[in-house]
Protein backbone atom coordinates (compact mmCIF):
# COMPACT_ATOMS: atom_id res chain seq x y z
CA UNK A 1 0.00 0.00 0.00
CA UNK A 2 1.46 3.38 -0.61
CA UNK A 3 -0.11 6.44 -0.49
CA UNK A 4 1.75 9.67 -1.59
CA UNK A 5 1.52 12.08 1.52
CA UNK A 6 1.47 10.46 5.39
CA UNK A 7 -1.12 11.11 6.70
CA UNK A 8 -1.58 12.79 10.23
CA UNK A 9 -4.80 11.75 11.56
CA UNK A 10 -5.41 8.28 13.25
CA UNK A 11 -6.77 5.70 10.89
CA UNK A 12 -9.39 4.38 12.83
CA UNK A 13 -12.76 6.34 13.99
CA UNK A 14 -12.76 7.26 17.18
CA UNK A 15 -14.13 5.61 20.17
CA UNK A 16 -16.87 8.37 20.54
CA UNK A 17 -17.80 8.54 17.11
CA UNK A 18 -21.18 6.65 16.63
CA UNK A 19 -21.86 3.29 15.62
CA UNK A 20 -24.88 3.43 13.30
CA UNK A 21 -27.34 0.99 13.03
CA UNK A 22 -28.18 -0.24 9.22
CA UNK A 23 -31.64 1.15 9.77
CA UNK A 24 -30.62 4.54 10.69
CA UNK A 25 -27.86 4.60 8.18
CA UNK A 26 -30.21 3.83 5.27
CA UNK A 27 -32.50 6.23 6.23
CA UNK A 28 -30.34 8.86 6.91
CA UNK A 29 -29.19 8.43 2.85
CA UNK A 30 -33.10 8.26 1.99
CA UNK A 31 -33.96 11.38 3.73
CA UNK A 32 -31.03 13.14 1.94
CA UNK A 33 -31.23 12.42 -1.47
CA UNK A 34 -34.55 14.33 -3.13
CA UNK A 35 -35.87 11.81 -5.62
CA UNK A 36 -34.82 12.76 -9.54
CA UNK A 37 -37.80 15.02 -11.43
CA UNK A 38 -36.82 15.31 -15.01
CA UNK A 39 -38.94 13.30 -17.50
CA UNK A 40 -38.37 11.39 -20.69
CA UNK A 41 -40.42 9.76 -23.47
CA UNK A 42 -39.44 6.18 -24.51
CA UNK A 43 -40.80 3.82 -26.46
CA UNK A 44 -42.17 0.81 -25.07
CA UNK A 45 -39.29 -1.86 -25.58
CA UNK A 46 -37.24 0.89 -24.16
CA UNK A 47 -39.40 1.07 -20.92
CA UNK A 48 -38.20 -1.75 -19.76
CA UNK A 49 -36.61 -1.57 -16.20
CA UNK A 50 -37.96 2.25 -16.35
CA UNK A 51 -39.58 4.23 -13.59
CA UNK A 52 -43.08 5.71 -14.92
CA UNK A 53 -43.00 9.49 -14.08
CA UNK A 54 -46.92 9.71 -12.89
CA UNK A 55 -49.91 7.20 -13.05
CA UNK A 56 -50.69 6.01 -16.37
CA UNK A 57 -54.63 5.79 -17.05
CA UNK A 58 -56.17 3.53 -19.01
CA UNK A 59 -57.88 5.78 -22.22
CA UNK A 60 -59.97 2.16 -23.32
CA UNK A 61 -61.31 -0.93 -22.04
CA UNK A 62 -59.38 -3.89 -22.48
CA UNK A 63 -61.05 -6.41 -23.20
CA UNK A 64 -62.68 -3.66 -25.58
CA UNK A 65 -65.80 -5.43 -26.19
CA UNK A 66 -67.78 -8.60 -24.58
CA UNK A 67 -65.98 -11.94 -25.93
CA UNK A 68 -66.08 -16.08 -25.59
CA UNK A 69 -63.33 -17.29 -23.21
CA UNK A 70 -63.62 -20.90 -24.80
CA UNK A 71 -64.27 -22.32 -28.19
CA UNK A 72 -68.19 -23.73 -27.99
CA UNK A 73 -71.82 -21.85 -28.92
CA UNK A 74 -73.00 -18.33 -28.38
CA UNK A 75 -76.30 -18.16 -27.16
CA UNK A 76 -79.18 -16.06 -25.47
CA UNK A 77 -79.50 -17.43 -21.72
CA UNK A 78 -82.89 -17.34 -22.07
CA UNK A 79 -82.87 -20.45 -24.26
CA UNK A 80 -81.15 -22.45 -21.51
CA UNK A 81 -83.00 -25.47 -20.96
CA UNK A 82 -83.82 -25.97 -17.11
CA UNK A 83 -84.34 -29.57 -17.60
CA UNK A 84 -83.85 -32.36 -20.00
CA UNK A 85 -82.29 -30.63 -23.80
CA UNK A 86 -82.99 -28.10 -26.32
CA UNK A 87 -81.64 -27.92 -30.00
CA UNK A 88 -80.89 -24.59 -31.25
CA UNK A 89 -80.43 -23.65 -35.07
CA UNK A 90 -76.27 -22.78 -35.33
CA UNK A 91 -76.64 -19.74 -37.43
CA UNK A 92 -73.20 -18.95 -38.50
CA UNK A 93 -69.57 -18.94 -37.18
CA UNK A 94 -67.23 -16.31 -34.80
CA UNK A 95 -63.78 -16.23 -35.28
CA UNK A 96 -61.72 -14.16 -33.36
CA UNK A 97 -61.02 -10.93 -35.15
CA UNK A 98 -64.31 -12.10 -37.77
CA UNK A 99 -67.19 -10.84 -35.48
CA UNK A 100 -71.07 -11.99 -37.17
CA UNK A 101 -72.94 -9.18 -38.03
CA UNK A 102 -76.38 -9.92 -37.55
CA UNK A 103 -78.53 -10.56 -34.23
CA UNK A 104 -78.76 -13.89 -32.69
CA UNK A 105 -82.35 -14.28 -32.45
CA UNK A 106 -84.05 -16.88 -29.56
CA UNK A 107 -84.03 -20.95 -30.38
CA UNK A 108 -80.61 -19.56 -32.28
CA UNK A 109 -76.95 -20.00 -31.93
CA UNK A 110 -73.44 -19.04 -33.47
CA UNK A 111 -70.22 -21.17 -33.35
CA UNK A 112 -67.45 -19.14 -31.53
CA UNK A 113 -63.93 -19.85 -31.07
CA UNK A 114 -62.33 -17.88 -28.05
CA UNK A 115 -61.76 -13.85 -28.18
CA UNK A 116 -64.84 -13.45 -30.79
CA UNK A 117 -67.06 -11.18 -30.61
CA UNK A 118 -70.05 -11.59 -28.62
CA UNK A 119 -72.62 -11.48 -31.43
CA UNK A 120 -75.51 -9.36 -30.48
CA UNK A 121 -78.57 -11.00 -28.74
CA UNK A 122 -76.05 -13.94 -26.89
CA UNK A 123 -74.67 -13.62 -23.06
CA UNK A 124 -73.26 -17.05 -22.87
CA UNK A 125 -71.32 -19.18 -23.96
CA UNK A 126 -71.28 -23.26 -24.26
CA UNK A 127 -68.02 -25.24 -24.29
CA UNK A 128 -67.81 -27.37 -27.47
CA UNK A 129 -67.69 -30.69 -25.51
CA UNK A 130 -70.64 -29.79 -24.01
CA UNK A 131 -72.98 -29.74 -27.18
CA UNK A 132 -73.73 -32.22 -29.72
CA UNK A 133 -74.33 -31.15 -32.89
CA UNK A 134 -75.77 -32.68 -35.73
CA UNK A 135 -75.62 -30.74 -39.08
CA UNK A 136 -76.91 -27.21 -38.19
CA UNK A 137 -78.56 -28.12 -35.15
CA UNK A 138 -76.93 -27.70 -31.94
CA UNK A 139 -78.02 -29.94 -28.93
CA UNK A 140 -77.64 -28.16 -25.47
CA UNK A 141 -78.31 -29.75 -22.12
CA UNK A 142 -79.76 -28.69 -19.06
CA UNK A 143 -76.92 -27.71 -16.18
CA UNK A 144 -75.57 -24.38 -17.47
CA UNK A 145 -75.62 -20.63 -16.61
CA UNK A 146 -76.59 -17.33 -17.90
CA UNK A 147 -73.52 -15.11 -18.60
CA UNK A 148 -71.15 -18.33 -18.38
CA UNK A 149 -67.72 -18.48 -20.09
CA UNK A 150 -68.07 -14.62 -20.96
CA UNK A 151 -65.65 -12.35 -20.86
CA UNK A 152 -66.41 -8.65 -19.90
CA UNK A 153 -65.64 -5.45 -21.85
CA UNK A 154 -63.51 -3.71 -19.39
CA UNK A 155 -62.98 -6.41 -17.00
CA UNK A 156 -59.02 -6.42 -17.20
CA UNK A 157 -58.86 -3.11 -16.84
CA UNK A 158 -61.98 -0.55 -16.98
CA UNK A 159 -61.19 2.71 -18.87
CA UNK A 160 -59.88 5.84 -16.66
CA UNK A 161 -58.55 3.20 -14.33
CA UNK A 162 -55.46 4.14 -13.17
CA UNK A 163 -53.40 1.03 -13.99
CA UNK A 164 -49.81 1.35 -13.52
CA UNK A 165 -48.96 4.10 -10.31
CA UNK A 166 -46.51 6.81 -10.54
CA UNK A 167 -42.77 5.07 -9.31
CA UNK A 168 -43.54 2.13 -10.51
CA UNK A 169 -40.20 -0.09 -12.01
CA UNK A 170 -41.78 -1.43 -14.99
CA UNK A 171 -41.91 -4.92 -15.85
CA UNK A 172 -42.57 -7.17 -19.25
CA UNK A 173 -46.39 -6.96 -17.69
CA UNK A 174 -46.07 -3.59 -17.58
CA UNK A 175 -45.26 -3.57 -20.95
CA UNK A 176 -48.00 -5.77 -21.96
CA UNK A 177 -50.66 -3.68 -20.06
CA UNK A 178 -49.25 -0.22 -21.95
CA UNK A 179 -49.58 -2.15 -25.30
CA UNK A 180 -52.74 -3.66 -24.31
CA UNK A 181 -54.02 0.22 -24.06
CA UNK A 182 -52.74 1.29 -27.38
CA UNK A 183 -49.72 3.05 -25.41
CA UNK A 184 -46.79 3.11 -28.71
CA UNK A 185 -44.55 5.36 -25.67
CA UNK A 186 -44.01 5.61 -22.03
CA UNK A 187 -42.92 8.49 -19.73
CA UNK A 188 -40.91 7.83 -17.54
CA UNK A 189 -37.95 9.25 -14.98
CA UNK A 190 -34.62 10.30 -16.28
CA UNK A 191 -32.04 7.97 -15.40
CA UNK A 192 -29.16 9.13 -13.04
CA UNK A 193 -25.51 8.81 -14.08
CA UNK A 194 -23.73 6.92 -11.97
CA UNK A 195 -19.55 7.22 -11.76
CA UNK A 196 -17.74 4.35 -10.11
CA UNK A 197 -14.19 3.29 -9.39
CA UNK A 198 -11.99 1.01 -7.73
CA UNK A 199 -8.77 1.74 -5.80
CA UNK A 200 -6.11 -0.07 -4.79
CA UNK A 201 -2.20 0.20 -5.63
CA UNK A 202 -2.40 -3.98 -5.71
CA UNK A 203 -5.52 -4.18 -8.70
CA UNK A 204 -4.81 -4.90 -12.22
CA UNK A 205 -7.54 -5.02 -14.98
CA UNK A 206 -8.43 -8.22 -16.30
CA UNK A 207 -6.58 -9.11 -19.83
CA UNK A 208 -3.28 -7.71 -18.14
CA UNK A 209 -0.87 -10.51 -16.78
CA UNK A 210 -0.41 -10.41 -12.51
CA UNK A 211 3.23 -9.65 -10.83
CA UNK A 212 3.48 -10.96 -7.15
CA UNK A 213 1.01 -9.30 -4.46
CA UNK A 214 -1.76 -7.86 -7.40
CA UNK A 215 -4.66 -9.23 -7.94
CA UNK A 216 -7.28 -9.13 -10.71
CA UNK A 217 -10.15 -6.08 -10.30
CA UNK A 218 -13.15 -7.68 -9.39
CA UNK A 219 -15.37 -5.07 -7.74
CA UNK A 220 -15.77 -3.09 -10.84
CA UNK A 221 -17.17 -5.47 -12.60
CA UNK A 222 -19.87 -6.29 -9.92
CA UNK A 223 -20.86 -2.63 -9.68
CA UNK A 224 -20.87 -2.59 -13.56
CA UNK A 225 -23.97 -5.53 -13.06
CA UNK A 226 -25.29 -4.00 -10.16
CA UNK A 227 -25.58 -0.85 -11.31
CA UNK A 228 -26.70 -2.41 -15.00
CA UNK A 229 -29.44 -4.22 -13.30
CA UNK A 230 -30.88 -1.38 -11.79
CA UNK A 231 -30.68 0.99 -14.76
CA UNK A 232 -28.65 3.71 -14.05
CA UNK A 233 -26.15 5.01 -16.91
CA UNK A 234 -22.71 3.48 -15.40
CA UNK A 235 -19.80 5.42 -16.22
CA UNK A 236 -16.66 3.25 -15.51
CA UNK A 237 -13.25 5.68 -14.01
CA UNK A 238 -11.40 2.47 -14.05
CA UNK A 239 -8.47 2.09 -11.26
CA UNK A 240 -7.62 4.64 -9.64
CA UNK A 241 -4.25 4.32 -7.78
CA UNK A 242 -3.58 5.15 -3.77
CA UNK A 243 -2.89 8.41 -4.37
CA UNK A 244 -4.54 11.51 -3.23
CA UNK A 245 -3.89 13.70 -6.56
CA UNK A 246 -5.39 10.76 -7.95
CA UNK A 247 -8.25 10.48 -6.13
CA UNK A 248 -8.90 13.97 -6.09
CA UNK A 249 -9.05 14.41 -9.58
CA UNK A 250 -11.48 11.48 -10.16
CA UNK A 251 -13.77 12.62 -7.71
CA UNK A 252 -13.99 16.17 -9.69
CA UNK A 253 -14.28 14.91 -12.54
CA UNK A 254 -16.73 12.14 -11.43
CA UNK A 255 -18.88 15.41 -9.91
CA UNK A 256 -18.62 17.05 -13.48
CA UNK A 257 -20.31 13.81 -15.00
CA UNK A 258 -22.00 12.02 -12.58
CA UNK A 259 -25.40 12.47 -10.26
CA UNK A 260 -23.86 10.21 -7.83
CA UNK A 261 -20.44 8.45 -7.31
CA UNK A 262 -18.95 5.09 -5.82
CA UNK A 263 -15.35 4.24 -5.20
CA UNK A 264 -14.01 0.96 -4.17
CA UNK A 265 -11.43 0.16 -1.20
CA UNK A 266 -9.48 2.63 0.86
CA UNK A 267 -12.05 3.35 3.88
CA UNK A 268 -11.16 0.49 6.03
CA UNK A 269 -9.20 0.90 9.09
CA UNK A 270 -5.71 1.96 8.10
CA UNK A 271 -6.99 3.98 5.28
CA UNK A 272 -10.23 5.70 6.24
CA UNK A 273 -8.33 9.00 6.71
CA UNK A 274 -7.14 8.93 3.49
CA UNK A 275 -10.57 9.14 2.00
CA UNK A 276 -11.39 11.58 4.30
CA UNK A 277 -8.85 13.94 3.83
CA UNK A 278 -9.03 13.57 -0.16
CA UNK A 279 -13.07 13.83 0.22
CA UNK A 280 -13.08 16.58 3.00
CA UNK A 281 -10.68 18.70 0.50
CA UNK A 282 -13.02 18.50 -2.58
CA UNK A 283 -16.51 17.81 -0.94
CA UNK A 284 -18.37 17.11 2.18
CA UNK A 285 -18.13 13.54 3.97
CA UNK A 286 -19.69 11.53 6.70
CA UNK A 287 -17.48 8.48 7.73
CA UNK A 288 -19.72 6.00 9.54
CA UNK A 289 -19.16 2.84 11.22
CA UNK A 290 -22.56 0.86 10.58
CA UNK A 291 -23.43 -1.95 12.98
CA UNK A 292 -22.70 -4.26 10.21
CA UNK A 293 -21.13 -7.62 9.19
CA UNK A 294 -19.70 -7.47 6.78
CA UNK A 295 -19.82 -3.93 5.71
CA UNK A 296 -18.60 -1.25 7.74
CA UNK A 297 -16.92 1.41 7.71
CA UNK A 298 -18.51 3.39 4.63
CA UNK A 299 -18.45 6.60 3.67
CA UNK A 300 -21.66 8.96 2.33
CA UNK A 301 -21.06 12.34 1.28
CA UNK A 302 -21.06 14.83 -1.30
CA UNK A 303 -18.76 16.56 -3.98
CA UNK A 304 -20.21 19.75 -4.81
CA UNK A 305 -23.80 18.38 -6.62
CA UNK A 306 -22.78 14.86 -6.76
CA UNK A 307 -23.43 12.59 -4.01
CA UNK A 308 -20.71 10.34 -2.82
CA UNK A 309 -20.59 6.57 -1.91
CA UNK A 310 -17.29 4.87 -0.84
CA UNK A 311 -17.72 1.11 -0.30
CA UNK A 312 -15.12 -0.82 1.55
CA UNK A 313 -12.27 -2.92 -0.26
CA UNK A 314 -13.73 -6.76 0.32
CA UNK A 315 -15.47 -7.52 -2.52
CA UNK A 316 -18.23 -9.14 0.02
CA UNK A 317 -18.50 -6.04 1.66
CA UNK A 318 -18.60 -3.86 -1.81
CA UNK A 319 -21.83 -5.84 -2.56
CA UNK A 320 -23.87 -6.11 0.99
CA UNK A 321 -23.21 -2.08 1.23
CA UNK A 322 -24.12 -1.60 -2.15
CA UNK A 323 -27.31 -3.95 -1.86
CA UNK A 324 -27.96 -2.36 1.79
CA UNK A 325 -27.31 1.11 1.16
CA UNK A 326 -26.48 2.54 -2.57
CA UNK A 327 -29.34 0.06 -4.32
CA UNK A 328 -32.14 1.97 -2.08
CA UNK A 329 -30.44 5.32 -2.66
CA UNK A 330 -30.77 4.92 -6.32
CA UNK A 331 -33.68 3.69 -6.22
CA UNK A 332 -35.24 6.40 -4.24
CA UNK A 333 -33.28 8.55 -6.80
CA UNK A 334 -34.91 6.90 -9.57
CA UNK A 335 -37.89 8.22 -7.99
CA UNK A 336 -38.91 4.32 -7.49
CA UNK A 337 -41.81 4.18 -4.62
CA UNK A 338 -40.01 0.50 -3.46
CA UNK A 339 -37.17 0.97 -2.50
CA UNK A 340 -35.84 -2.22 -0.68
CA UNK A 341 -36.10 -5.62 -2.13
CA UNK A 342 -38.71 -8.28 0.23
CA UNK A 343 -38.00 -9.97 3.13
CA UNK A 344 -39.52 -13.37 4.35
CA UNK A 345 -38.66 -15.83 7.34
CA UNK A 346 -38.21 -19.46 6.25
CA UNK A 347 -36.48 -22.19 8.21
CA UNK A 348 -32.81 -22.21 7.61
CA UNK A 349 -31.28 -25.78 6.97
CA UNK A 350 -27.73 -25.02 8.28
CA UNK A 351 -26.35 -24.80 11.49
CA UNK A 352 -25.41 -20.70 11.48
CA UNK A 353 -22.26 -19.44 13.60
CA UNK A 354 -22.57 -15.85 14.62
CA UNK A 355 -21.27 -13.74 17.24
CA UNK A 356 -23.67 -11.27 18.89
CA UNK A 357 -22.93 -7.05 18.67
CA UNK A 358 -23.30 -6.57 14.67
CA UNK A 359 -26.09 -7.36 12.37
CA UNK A 360 -25.22 -9.95 9.80
CA UNK A 361 -25.88 -10.27 6.28
CA UNK A 362 -24.68 -13.92 5.40
CA UNK A 363 -25.03 -15.89 2.10
CA UNK A 364 -28.28 -17.63 1.18
CA UNK A 365 -29.54 -19.89 -1.06
CA UNK A 366 -33.76 -19.77 -0.75
CA UNK A 367 -35.07 -22.79 -2.32
CA UNK A 368 -37.75 -25.79 -1.80
CA UNK A 369 -37.31 -28.37 0.52
CA UNK A 370 -38.97 -32.15 -0.65
CA UNK A 371 -42.16 -31.03 0.13
CA UNK A 372 -42.39 -27.85 -1.49
CA UNK A 373 -41.80 -25.66 1.83
CA UNK A 374 -39.80 -22.66 0.74
CA UNK A 375 -36.20 -22.95 3.02
CA UNK A 376 -32.72 -21.33 3.12
CA UNK A 377 -29.06 -22.78 3.58
CA UNK A 378 -25.87 -21.05 3.95
CA UNK A 379 -23.35 -20.79 0.66
CA UNK A 380 -20.62 -21.96 3.44
CA UNK A 381 -17.49 -19.88 4.15
CA UNK A 382 -18.89 -16.58 5.17
CA UNK A 383 -15.45 -14.21 4.81
CA UNK A 384 -15.84 -10.85 3.35
CA UNK A 385 -12.97 -11.93 0.40
CA UNK A 386 -15.32 -15.29 -0.57
CA UNK A 387 -16.78 -13.62 -3.60
CA UNK A 388 -17.82 -16.86 -4.83
CA UNK A 389 -20.39 -16.42 -1.87
CA UNK A 390 -22.39 -14.40 -3.16
CA UNK A 391 -21.85 -15.81 -6.63
CA UNK A 392 -23.92 -18.95 -5.49
CA UNK A 393 -26.54 -16.99 -3.43
CA UNK A 394 -29.72 -15.67 -4.10
CA UNK A 395 -30.33 -14.39 -0.90
CA UNK A 396 -28.77 -12.27 1.90
CA UNK A 397 -29.58 -14.20 5.58
CA UNK A 398 -30.29 -11.28 7.89
CA UNK A 399 -29.12 -11.56 11.29
CA UNK A 400 -30.15 -9.05 14.08
CA UNK A 401 -27.18 -7.86 16.24
CA UNK A 402 -28.45 -9.75 19.51
CA UNK A 403 -28.63 -12.98 17.32
CA UNK A 404 -25.82 -16.12 18.70
CA UNK A 405 -25.12 -19.06 16.87
CA UNK A 406 -28.81 -21.16 15.60
CA UNK A 407 -28.83 -24.73 15.24
CA UNK A 408 -30.27 -26.38 11.70
CA UNK A 409 -33.57 -25.76 11.41
CA UNK A 410 -34.16 -22.11 13.20
CA UNK A 411 -36.60 -19.75 11.84
CA UNK A 412 -34.77 -16.42 9.79
CA UNK A 413 -35.52 -13.71 7.82
CA UNK A 414 -33.97 -13.50 4.31
CA UNK A 415 -33.98 -10.68 1.86
CA UNK A 416 -34.05 -11.72 -1.72
CA UNK A 417 -32.14 -10.00 -4.45
CA UNK A 418 -34.61 -9.67 -7.16
CA UNK A 419 -35.56 -6.05 -7.88
CA UNK A 420 -39.22 -6.37 -8.36
P1 LIG B 1 -9.33 -1.91 1.20
O1 LIG B 1 -10.73 -1.64 1.68
O2 LIG B 1 -8.89 -1.02 0.11
O3 LIG B 1 -8.37 -1.98 2.33
O4 LIG B 1 -9.38 -3.39 0.58
C1 LIG B 1 -9.70 -4.50 1.37
C2 LIG B 1 -9.35 -5.78 0.64
O5 LIG B 1 -10.13 -5.89 -0.53
C3 LIG B 1 -7.91 -5.87 0.18
O6 LIG B 1 -7.50 -7.21 0.34
C4 LIG B 1 -8.00 -5.50 -1.29
O7 LIG B 1 -6.97 -6.07 -2.06
C5 LIG B 1 -9.33 -6.06 -1.67
N1 LIG B 1 -9.91 -5.28 -2.77
C6 LIG B 1 -10.08 -3.94 -2.77
N2 LIG B 1 -10.63 -3.52 -3.91
C7 LIG B 1 -10.79 -4.63 -4.68
C8 LIG B 1 -11.32 -4.83 -5.98
N3 LIG B 1 -11.77 -3.83 -6.73
N4 LIG B 1 -11.35 -6.10 -6.47
C9 LIG B 1 -10.89 -7.13 -5.71
N5 LIG B 1 -10.42 -6.98 -4.46
C10 LIG B 1 -10.34 -5.75 -3.95
MG1 LIG C 1 -7.18 -0.58 -0.87
Redesign the pocket.
Known amino acids: MSIDEPSTVSCAAPETEQVLSVAEAQQRILSSLPPLTAQETVGLYDSLGRITAHAVRAPRDVPPFDNSAMDGYALRGTDLPAEGERELRIVGTVLAGKPYDRVVDAGECVRIMTGGVLPEGTDSVIMQENVIRYDDIAVIRAGHKTGEHVRHAGEDIAQHDSVIAAGKRLGPADLGVLASLGFTHCEVLRRPRVAYF???D??RPVGEPLSTGC??????YTLYGLLQQLGVIPIDLGIVPDQRQALRDTLLRAAAEADVVVS?????V??ADFVRDTLGAVGEIHFWRVGMKPGRPFAFGRIKRTWFFGL????VSTMVTFLQFVQPALRHLMGEQRTQTYRLRVPCVSPLNKTPGRMEFQRGILESDADGHAVVRSTGMQGS?ILSSMSKANCFIVLPAACGDLPAGALVEVQIFTLL
Not at 215 to 220: E, I, N
Open positions: STGELLYDSSRTGGVSGEPGNPA
